[in-house]
């Protein structure tokens, strides 16, 4: 404690002979036994707190960089309409190991002469890529032939259909970013000129 006290003492005798320097905020008293035992079990419970915290979102945090592989065969179909079936491989619906709002993946089935519904994305760019088949996607009232490898892009709000022809299947996939919502599609009328 003398340590203690002459450190003290020679703190006060400099801020004497410089009191330009030292100000009275600057003298600390040392802490005493209570303040350190209420800080280090303050520090302790703050550390409890993290690590209660960390070990919680610890699932989250190694689902979000941890690779996920899968099958597309090993994915639910939906049927959107009859000869339209859709599996969502990433976005908000898709299996809980690949769910994503930054983008959506959906595998896209058409039986012959079959289409999917008019509609379009309020804030959301599409793009397909054809993978079998052959078809004609529609935007507006505007068609395009499309085959495997065909890469189509939408931008939002323009009204697209994609068709397969009359003789073939077509699958494709849609990927939609950000991810495909409910809300963000919103299904129209085939504008004129255009097959319903």
């Known amino acids: 404690m003398e340590a203690v006290n002459a450190k003290v003492s020679n703190s006060r005798d400099q801020q004497e002979r410089w009191p330009e320097f ?4 600057d003298f600390h008293p040392p802490p005493s036994a209570g303040d350190i035992y209420r800080s280090s079990v303050s520090s302790i419970f703050s550390s409890m707190k993290f690590l209660a915290l960390f070990l919680a979102l610890l699932p989250t945090l190694v689902s979000a960089q941890t690779p996920v592989v ?13 000869g339209v079936i859709l599996k969502e491989l990433t976005g908000r619906t898709a299996p809980e190991s690949a769910r994503s709002e930054k983008c959506s993946v959906a ?6 002469g079959r289409a999917s519904a008019w509609s379009y994305n309020k804030i959301a ?3 397909f890529f054809v993978l079998k088949g052959r078809g004609k996607v529609w935007t507006g009232s505007h068609a395009q ?11 939002p709000r323009v009204v697209r259909s994609i068709r397969a022809s009359q003789n073939d299947s ?3 996939y849609a990927i939609t970013s950000p991810a495909w919502s409910k809300d963000d599609d919103v299904l129209t009328t085939a504008p004129v000129g255009a097959p319903k």
């Open 145 to 155: 032939g499309v085959q495997p490898g065909s890469f189509i892009l939408i931008p």
């Open 125 to 127: 760019e599409e793009s």
């Open 22 to 25: 030292f100000h009275d905020d």
């Open 70 to 82: 899968f099958n597309c065969k090993d994915v639910t179909a939906v049927t959107v309409s009859p």
């Open 170 to 172: 077509l699958e494709f």
């Open 107 to 112: 595998f896209f089935h058409l039986e012959p």
